[in-house]
């Protein structure tokens, strides 16, 4: 892993204060707040949306382009900027937005504005973690692009997304 070889000053930076606060979000942790408020969007800007990684992060989107989404009731966990929306053939009914930051969710809630989609946006609290608030079997497809990595640990959410799902399961990753 990456952070094992890093001086901890960008450790922290980047990950957030992980000696002091663990390694599960925090929302004491205030380089965790910093990174979500003010890096992300600059790192996103910087090195995800340009050149090579940008091509490489789309690749990944393609996905989405296969799924018919038409009488679909769909989650998105961790939307951030919802850049795969221009790769969707088909609308779905509703789309539920959900994520640990409000900023993310402004920022994808305009997208799905912009797109014609019926939404509705969830805040997460970093606390309650994979305790999503929201019936059982409510949805055909769960979408979870770049944010699995982020969700400790990873069976307990995987679980949760599970429940979730209606017996049509479509996740996406």
């Not at 504005?113 to 769960?142: C, H, M, N």
Request: charged share 25%; aromatic share 12%.
């Amino acid at each position: 892993m990456i952070r094992a070889i890093l001086p901890y000053f960008l450790q922290s930076a980047l990950w957030g204060d992980r000696r002091r606060y663990g390694t599960l979000a925090n929302s004491n942790d205030e380089e965790w707040i910093k990174w979500q408020q003010q890096r992300y969007h600059a790192f996103y800007d910087q090195y995800l949306k340009r050149g090579t990684l940008g091509k490489i992060h789309d690749l990944c989107y393609d996905v989405v382009s296969k799924i018919n989404f038409q009488g679909k009731n769909v989650l998105e966990i961790g939307p951030g900027r919802i850049d795969h929306l221009r790769y969707m053939n088909t609308r779905p009914d509703h789309y539920t937005i959900m994520d640990v930051a409000p900023e993310c969710l402004d920022i994808a809630s305009n997208q799905l504005e912009q797109w014609g989609v019926t939404y509705s946006a969830i805040l997460l609290s970093t606390e309650t973690r994979w305790a999503f608030p929201v019936q059982p079997k409510s949805y055909d497809v769960v979408i979870a692009f770049n944010c699995l990595e982020h969700m400790t640990p990873l069976d307990k959410y995987l679980q949760s997304i599970d429940r979730l799902l209606t017996d049509c399961k479509v996740p996406v990753n």
